[in-house]
């Protein structure tokens, strides 16, 4: 359920997510952290071509970042790990 309400969370306010949050957010659809350079932090998943970048500005994620990762679960369909 904890999951649920993360996921509720980034849906209804990309503007007011923690950094943690949304990189909770990102490994529960199966990205996985690949490097840090500076303040971002770039994500991979084997089935998205693209990479994933959250940057942490004073404890809060970007919200154009938030909102990018949201389009990617939507574009390429994945689902929670648990749902698999």
Partial sequence: MKKRKSLQKLLSD???IRFSE????????????????GSHHIFVHPDVAELMNIQDVNG?????????????????????????
């Fill in 14 to 16: 990309s503007k007011n």
């Fill in 60 to 84: 809060k994620a970007k919200p154009y970042q938030v909102k990018q990762l949201l389009q990617l679960i939507e574009q390429y369909n994945l689902q929670m790990e648990d749902e698999k």
């Fill in 22 to 37: 949304a990189v909770a957010g990102a490994e529960m659809f199966g990205f996985r952290l690949d490097r840090i350079n």
